[in-house]
């Protein structure tokens, strides 16, 4: 094998490094949410809906950071340690929070992993995946058309390693009490939501580029309703 041809696989090899880099890049950090709220926890829990349809109009940065915030961002330090926005068995958090970006303003196309301890997005894969993760989730159209989705995904032996098999079960009790601080700020943005459960596990994670497990995809959307 000749020098030219040599040097040509390395330059292939190291530009599809370069490129293989780029699509699970972190992004920059996402502004911190603002704590104050439009309206009282009262009211967002009336008027807590499940929407499916949403108007073809984008969400902004800010209201993703909200959302992924409540989701399971820092609160306060606790006596373990940091406290998130969602309670957790004996302070597991096995939970992870992921962005599925399609018409997001400020934040470009591509599933996202949150990382919670300095609120920043880690790219996981570039581009608008939403077509494919409709499939993924039994062409559910209401994955299809919002701008946006949430979706947890759990690390489950972090909590079984602790409480044996009963831990999977308080896995779940997680992953409801952060699907509800969701749904809930949602409302207090003025936009729409849906938890969805009925999906294809490898399909999902293939599409995501993940390999944790998949619990929930919550498409979150401006609703003629708000």
């Known amino acids: 094998m000749n020098r030219r041809i040599i040097s040509m696989i390395i330059l292939a090899v190291l530009t599809l490094s370069a490129l293989y880099g780029l699509s699970r890049s972190a992004s920059p950090p996402i502004d911190p949410p603002d704590p104050s709220s439009s309206i009282t926890l009262d009211e967002a829990i009336f008027h807590r809906t499940s929407q499916r349809s949403y108007l073809d109009e984008p969400v902004t940065a800010e209201e993703v950071s909200a959302l992924l915030h409540a989701a399971g961002g820092g609160t306060a330090d606790g006596t373990s340690g940091p406290t998130r926005a969602y309670p957790s068995a004996g302070g597991a958090y096995p ?5 599925v970006a399609g018409n997001v303003t400020g934040i470009e196309p591509g599933v996202y992993t949150y990382q919670w301890r300095d609120h920043s997005l880690k790219k ?3 581009g608008d995946i ?8 039994l062409d559910q159209r209401s994955v299809g058309s919002a701008p946006a989705a949430v979706i947890i ?17 308080y896995v779940l009790i997680d992953a409801g009490a952060a699907m509800q601080n969701v749904q809930l700020k949602a409302v207090d943005l003025g936009l729409g939501s ?12 293939q599409v995501l580029g993940l390999d944790c497990f998949p619990l929930l995809v ?9």
């Open 95 to 99: 939970l992870n929070i992921h962005l």
């Open 124 to 126: 996981i894969l570039a």
């Open 130 to 137: 939403r077509a494919p993760l409709m499939r993924a989730s």
């Open 153 to 169: 995904t759990a690390d489950i032996d972090r909590t079984v390693s602790r409480y044996g098999e009963r831990g999977r079960r």
């Open 194 to 205: 849906v938890v969805i459960g009925a999906f294809d596990d490898q399909a999902l994670q």
């Open 218 to 226: 919550m498409p979150v959307g401006r609703t003629r309703s708000r």
